[in-house]
């Protein structure tokens, strides 16, 4: 580990114009590349004091062994040599988003003498006129058999249109309409080129006059009493826009524009990239990167526009970059973004974050699409099983632990401004979640917020349970001269599994692992919990979100895994899922208290018939001055009913009206009173 002090350079001699900086290992290999308008102050601040540095950028600058730095009139200028570096060099403390050659593209190759309709993959060629990219190459194989009924461009390798014209016969597709077979001489070189540039035009939106046109001459053949060419031509318009239903509007007509959406999480980020051509969405990409570098979503936005943009040719950047560009949030700068694209494209690029209408609509969906794209990765990541043995190893080799922690349980506090305080318990077993095994707690010992207090509250009533099915199930040996009757000695046959349902008896597995969401104040109430029920051979660890560290009992530093740790990752899901299920219980036990109301007390008035009223009166002012036959009138209410309610809501007080404490309105009962919360998808079980 290098001393960043050996390597600074001297004062005064970082210029302040913008550049792209390089940092490399003792080695000489490049590890990160950098851009700034203003090099001097962007380089000292890497060599500050290693405490006051992110994680990952002390880690960067201890692996570096040296610095330098080119100078760049402009910042476009940089935001173009820091991209070419990146790809040049592929540095490995940089965002690199992984590779999309995989995904097929619909190809015109008007290069060529006889254009060819293809689906291709990899890098762009000069001369090649692309769409898509598609989620699969035969999604662009139906839409092009649609096509070459109406524009029968040729789709045949190079090697076949050879042979055709050598032996003066067209293939199959020649003889049924859908390629004008120009091996043959049936159109000139000059008329099969129009319809590949007729194609190209369908294909990048431009559809109505093209459609008007061919209704126009059907409607003339139909006039002319030449029902054969105006069956044909209604068949082809059939066939266009069967082409075009494939492709849903989304957009004003015309309307061309990328929309780009990142999901991240502390470790790793997604990218979901949908192009609009003609108010259509033509293509979809997305990619997932490893955050290896501090950046924040502004940051990976403008890593993804690298990514999406910075391979464009110039004699094909024009059909690359459209109009508009649409992200969730700008970079920092956006000028230079903006320009470099302008540059790319010719002409202006409108770079935004959209705020309303159908395109913050559309980007809602983006980032759904992306959201769903992390999701799908972690959980391919995490049902690998051979990546699952490697990273609860990970975990005991960090922990110093004797053997893998088959069975990991983690526990979190959740509260709004102290009520409420609800705590919860995941459980993972060979590093899968284990729903069925989920508890969770509300806190009883205190009130107020006092996280390591009600962190040792959770962890000794756990443990307590545990001691106490051991005990019941005879697992802790009874005395011979013990009274046979002394509560909780009995046996019971079959041990932590009920012998009646052949299920686990609540509690009765101890962990090997104690995951708590928190850092030492946690990690030591937990410890001292563990103590007081003298139990000492399970492990305990916790997680601290802020960087990540993991805490061990009595220990001052922490225990740093690598980010790219497997074993990191596995906590970081226990963690989360912890995390999620408290806030959800939370959330659902705020909802209850809110919703709860006069109406609850009524004897004899469920649920449905609650509902039913509130729903029919609108808040519970009106309902309170409803007459028993207004009540009467709502379904499901009887007269006895509805005297019942009439009663006992006349007979109470009403409450002081609600102040929304964020506007100052006065807030009518029952008019903004928030629904239930759903309810949970697991059988979870609350402890007494």
């Known amino acids: 580990m290098a001393d960043p002090s050996t390597y600074r350079p001297a004062p005064g001699a970082i210029p302040v114009s913008p550049g792209v900086y390089k940092f490399r290992d003792a080695h000489g290999r490049v590890i990160y590349v950098g851009k700034a308008k203003s090099l001097r102050p962007r380089l000292s601040s890497y060599f500050q004091d290693l405490a006051g540095l992110h994680p990952r950028t002390a880690t960067m600058v201890t692996t570096a062994a040296s610095v330098e730095w080119t100078v760049v009139a402009t910042e476009v200028e940089a935001l173009q040599l820091e991209y070419s570096w990146i790809k040049e060099f592929d540095p490995r403390f940089n965002v690199k988003y992984r590779d999309d050659k995989s995904y097929p593209e619909l190809a015109v190759t008007l290069d060529e003498e006889y254009p060819r309709v293809q689906v291709m993959r990899g890098a762009h060629k000069k001369g090649v006129r692309y769409f898509g990219p598609y989620g699969h190459a035969w999604a662009i194989r139906e839409t092009v058999d649609l096509l070459l009924r109406v524009f029968p461009v040729r789709t045949c390798s190079n090697g076949v249109f050879k042979r055709a014209r050598q032996v003066g016969r067209p293939c199959l597709l020649g003889y049924i309409g859908k390629c004008a077979a120009p091996c043959v001489g049936k159109v000139t070189p000059e008329e099969h080129r129009a319809l590949a540039e007729d194609f190209c035009d369908f294909m990048a939106g431009r559809t109505g006059n093209y459609l008007r046109r061919l209704e126009g001459e059907m409607q003339e053949a139909a006039a002319d009493m030449e029902y054969e060419k105006a069956a044909r031509l209604r068949d082809d318009i059939g066939a266009l826009k069967r082409a075009m239903e494939k492709n849903a509007i989304v957009l004003a007509d015309a309307t061309d524009a990328d929309l780009l959406a990142v999901a991240e999480d502390e470790l790793e980020a997604a990218v979901q990239i949908f192009h609009v051509r003609g108010g259509r969405v033509r293509g979809q990409r997305g990619w997932v990167t490893d955050k290896v570098e501090d950046v924040d979503t502004a940051g990976l936005v403008e890593h993804a526009l690298q990514q999406l943009y910075g391979g464009a040719r110039e004699d094909e950047s024009g059909g690359s970059v459209p109009r508009e560009v649409l992200v969730p949030a700008l970079p920092d700068p956006a000028g230079p ?50 990546t699952r043995s490697r990273a609860l190893q990970e975990i005991a080799d960090a922990l110093e632990l004797d053997s893998v922690p088959l069975r990991i349980e983690c526990f979190d506090i959740s509260h709004l401004q102290g009520e409420d305080v609800v705590a919860s318990m995941v459980v993972f077993e060979d590093g899968l979640a284990r729903k069925s095994e989920y508890r969770r707690f509300q806190i ?75 850092g030492q104040p946690q990690v030591a109430a937990a410890q001292r919990a563990l103590d007081e029920l003298g139990i000492d051979d399970v492990a305990l660890c916790g997680l601290a979100k802020r960087l990540e560290e993991v805490w061990l009992p009595g220990e001052d530093d922490p225990v740093v895994l690598p980010r790219s740790s497997e074993g990191l990752y596995l906590l970081q899901r226990v963690r989360d899922e912890a995390h999620r299920f408290a806030i959800a219980y939370q959330r659902g036990k705020r909802s209850k208290r809110l919703t709860a109301g006069e109406l609850d007390s009524v004897p004899g008035l469920g649920e449905t018939r609650r509902q039913a009223l509130l729903k029919h009166f609108g808040s519970l002012k009106r309902l309170r001055a409803a007459t028993v036959d207004e009540l009467c009138a709502v379904p499901g209410i009887g007269r006895r009913t509805a005297e019942t309610v009439a009663a006992a809501l006349s007979s109470r007080t009403p409450a002081a009206p609600a102040v929304n404490t964020a506007t100052g309105e006065i807030i009518e009962d029952g008019a903004d009173e928030p629904a239930p919360a759903a309810p949970e998808t697991a059988p979870i079980r609350e402890t007494p």
């Open 337 to 386: 973004a903006r320009d470099w694209l302008s540059g790319l494209r010719g002409s202006q690029v409108d770079l935004r974050v959209p705020q309303r209408g159908d395109k913050k609509d559309l980007m809602a969906t983006v980032q759904r699409n992306a959201q769903q794209a992390l999701a799908l990765h972690k959980t391919k990541r995490a049902s690998d099983l051979t």
């Open 444 to 518: 009883k010992g205190f009130e107020g917020q006092d996280d390591v207090r009600s962190m040792h509250e959770v962890i000794s009533r756990r443990f307590r349970r545990y001691l106490q099915e051991r005990e019941r199930t005879g697992e802790w040996a009874v005395p011979e001269e013990g009274p046979e009757d002394e509560p909780g000695t009995a046996e019971v046959p079959g041990g932590p599994v009920d012998p009646e349902t052949g299920r686990p008896r609540r509690f009765a597995y101890p962990p090997q692992l104690i995951v708590v969401d928190g």
